[in-house]
């Protein structure tokens, strides 16, 4: 941080005023003179808040997609259908028990299952030929897009939100002061704020295991140098399935949590595909902030997007992945 | 022996199989919306069909109709591929196609480079299609979105009392013509209609644009489709919506009021009109959906057919109907089997529809309400039947031709 600071003074200076700004608009009341250029208050926090949390859902999608790359240098084209089969894994438990937590508990470990299976079944018998996985991944993404259809059909699925979580709920932010001096708060829905925490605290449990853990350790050291740790006698075929487990479980869980504030449907598994490719490319392949900052930028795009220049709102998602392929190629938090 | 015996058996079969070969088909290429936002209407589209041709059969004198099944993604360039397809892989002559309104206004388009085949729409309703350059060999049978949006205007203001409205639509060519509908009778009858907002089809998140809804109106309108209007409802209940709803043809309809989950509760109450009714209490109607319901077991369709399959069952039910009319009789480029589509009058299930010069329906359509069956399952409840719904809407065409096309912004909100 400070060497960034050092190195880069003029942006570091850009940069703090964008944080100023941003906290004064969120914090403030604002003038009636701003409310009339761009808005009423509520819909610009919302539409922050949205694209914070929507953010959420695409990183738990991309952390594992990005892990996984990270690691073994396998772009996993079926990781869409890992999210949508998630999805409709937490729909049967959470619709046969009623329980809402079970559904994660058993969509992680279910869809975990199908990870290492691929892994043992597939990627292990194509190691280092990353076209040749490339296509097989895209293959069986088709393949489980059609048996996902022929299981549950075309019909849209929502997993139903448990009764404590349904509904808004007051933030301290004050959105506008009516005439009588009384302030307006943020009404925000429950469950959006709950699974932004839940992801949140995912993704810091997944940096300290990185970073933190024996385990973790090996990852890195294999990202770095998968041979010379090979050679050092780690079984690194386990730690490939270990990985390759958790990166799926990460995007089963993913697919509850869209299955709760979205919908799940045939289509979603390329969608959300898309927009982990989007979100990696721009925060950087391989990186796990990478992936929050990725995940947290294309969220807000989308969200702001929508609603001030609605016309172009998908536009902007690939604007912003043009624009850093351009700039850092590597994407933004990447080493190197 | 036995060898020679059964090598005959397989020769003789194989002789016979040919013979029923030489029996001529005609071929007829479908096209539904089997993938993407759409696909649940594809799918009950394809149950309507099916409805159709257990109800009229197959056979036409003595040849046999053989319908092959393409799939699109409600955007005109699957839709334009499908329809290739099936003219020069599967050499189809006749097809009926498609279901959404941008696809329409593309396959009309590509029907005016094959002069020479006959396109019978299924499902799609953008006023362009058939209003704009209609293509001489392109046939219509259900009404376009702003016909389908007749009657609910004068409700919202006269009976529920309702002065201002915001809507929301999906950005495409057969919302821009229900809101067309909506807006020209809600304005006309002294209605405001204060924002209009549009969002991409296959929007996922809703929570932006549900923020930015109005607080100051009596209504929003909702003019979304398929997992569009499932996402918003469910969103919508997350953020403590409490306006009044007002619904187009396809959100109020049984591909949303038969979704899992709770989110269409939603819907309960709310005020919509389409080209039919659920609980409407026509024999006609009721044999319809008994002949719906017979054909498929209970998980594998809606408890009542939705729009589309309506829609589906009408246009396979004017194609066989011509079809036989003309005794099969395709030669000199279908001629006689345009002249028949163009005459024919359907006593379809949602009342009766006849073509205009420009081969677009005249037809009926329906004020509803949606109400609780008291099982938990939701239906449409006809308010109000108004038959003889032409595409100029009661205007004078020359009125009509100045308000312009439907788009983001037009109609303007005033009295023409």
């Known amino acids: 941080m400070t060497r960034f600071i050092e190195r880069h003074p003029a942006w570091a200076l850009i940069a703090l005023v964008a944080i100023a700004l941003l906290l004064w608009l969120i914090l403030a009341v604002w003038p009636p003179g701003l409310e009339e250029t761009i808005g009423r208050k509520r819909v610009f926090l919302n539409a922050v808040f949205n694209g914070i949390t929507l953010g959420s859902l695409y990183f738990l999608v991309a952390s594992g997609f990005t892990l996984i790359f990270g690691l073994m240098r396998n772009v996993n084209l079926a990781h869409g259908s890992l999210y949508l089969f998630g999805g409709y894994i937490g729909y049967a438990i959470s619709a046969w028990t009623g329980s809402w937590i079970l559904g994660f508990i058993i969509a992680f470990f279910g869809v975990a299952l199908v990870g290492i299976v691929l892994q043992i079944v597939v990627f292990r018998r194509m190691e280092g030929q990353d076209l040749r996985q490339t296509m097989v991944t895209i293959g069986l993404s088709i393949v489980f897009a059609d048996l996902m259809l022929w299981a549950f059909g075309g019909d849209f699925y929502q997993i139903q939100t448990p009764s404590w979580l349904v509904g808004p709920i ?126 947290v930028i294309i969220g807000l795009a989308e969200q702001l997007g929508s609603v001030y220049i609605p016309t172009y709102a998908i536009v902007v998602t690939f604007l912003i992945m043009v624009l850093v392929l351009a700039l850092r190629p590597q994407g933004l938090l990447a080493r190197r | 022996m036995f060898r020679s015996c059964a090598g005959l058996i397989a020769l003789s079969s194989l002789l016979l199989s040919g013979a029923a070969l030489a029996q001529e088909k005609i071929k007829v290429g479908v096209t539904a919306t089997l993938e993407g936002t759409y696909t649940v209407l594809g799918e009950d589209g394809i149950r309507g069909h099916q409805t159709a041709i257990n109800t009229l059969g197959k056979k036409v004198g003595d040849k046999e109709i053989e319908f092959i099944i393409a799939s699109t993604d409600a955007t005109p360039d699957s839709a334009v591929r499908a329809v290739r397809k099936l003219i020069e892989q599967d050499k189809v002559q006749i097809l009926l196609s498609p279901l959404s309104g941008d696809e329409g206004i593309a396959v009309k388009n590509f029907a005016k480079t094959r002069p020479e085949l006959t396109f019978v729409n299924a499902a799609s309703g953008a006023q362009e299609t058939t209003y704009v350059d209609p293509a001489p060999n392109f046939f219509r049978y259900n009404m376009d979105g702003a016909q389908w ?130 609980t409407w209490e026509d024999a006609g109607w009721q044999k319809f959906v008994k002949a719906y319901q017979d054909a498929f077991p209970p998980n594998k369709r809606f408890p009542s057919p939705s729009l589309l399959a309506t829609n589906y069952y009408n246009s396979t039910m004017a194609l066989i109907l011509a079809l036989r009319q003309v005794n099969g009789d395709l030669s000199n480029n279908q001629a006689k089997l345009k002249e028949a589509l163009a005459k024919i009058e359907l006593d379809a299930p949602n009342g009766k529809i006849k073509l205009d010069s420009n081969r677009q329906a005249i037809g009926t359509n329906f004020v509803t309400e949606v109400v609780d069956d008291g099982k938990g399952a939701l239906f449409s409840k006809v308010v109000k039947v108004i038959p003889n719904v032409n595409q100029t809407l009661g205007y004078d065409p020359a009125v009509f031709s100045k308000i312009g096309l439907p788009s983001r912004t037009v109609p303007e909100c005033k009295k023409y």
Not at chain 1, 173 to 178: K, M, S
Not at chain 1, 266 to 280: C, K, N
Not at chain 2, 169 to 182: A, H, K, N, P, R
Not at chain 2, 219 to 239: E, T
């Open chain 2, 149 to 278: 949006q007749v009657g609910l205007g004068k409700y919202a203001y006269d009976t529920k009392g309702y002065r201002k409205i915001a809507t929301v639509g999906e950005d495409y060519s057969f919302i821009y013509t229900q809101v067309f509908g909506l807006v020209l009778e809600f304005c006309g009858a002294g209605g405001q209609v204060t924002n209009r907002q549009w969002v991409p089809l296959g929007t996922k998140d809703f929570a932006s644009v549900i923020a930015a809804l109005p607080d100051d109106v009596d209504a929003i309108y909702l003019g979304l489709g398929g997992a569009d209007a499932v996402n918003f409802l469910n969103q919508y209940q997350q953020a403590g919506g409490k306006a009044h709803l007002m619904g187009g043809s396809i959100m109020v309809d049984q591909t949303i009021l038969s979704a899992k989950g709770n989110a269409k509760n939603a819907l309960l109450g709310t005020i919509a009109a389409s080209g039919q009714a659920d």
């Open chain 1, 170 to 295: 007051e933030l301290p932010l004050v959105t506008a002061v009516r005439s009588s001096g009384e302030a307006v708060y943020l009404r925000y829905p429950l469950v959006r704020l709950v699974i932004l925490v839940a992801a949140i605290v995912i993704g810091i449990a997944m940096w300290l295991a990185l970073n933190r853990t024996r385990v973790g350790m090996m990852v890195r050291a294999g990202v770095d140098d998968r041979d010379m740790l090979a050679a050092t006698g780690v079984p690194i075929q386990l730690v490939f399935v270990a990985v390759f487990a958790l990166g799926a479980g990460l995007a089963g869980i993913a697919g509850v949590v869209g299955g709760t504030f979205q919908s799940l449907s045939p289509g979603e598994d390329t969608r959300f595909l898309l927009a982990s490719l989007v979100v990696v490319i721009v925060g950087g392949m391989g990186s796990i902030p990478g992936a929050a900052l990725g995940a």
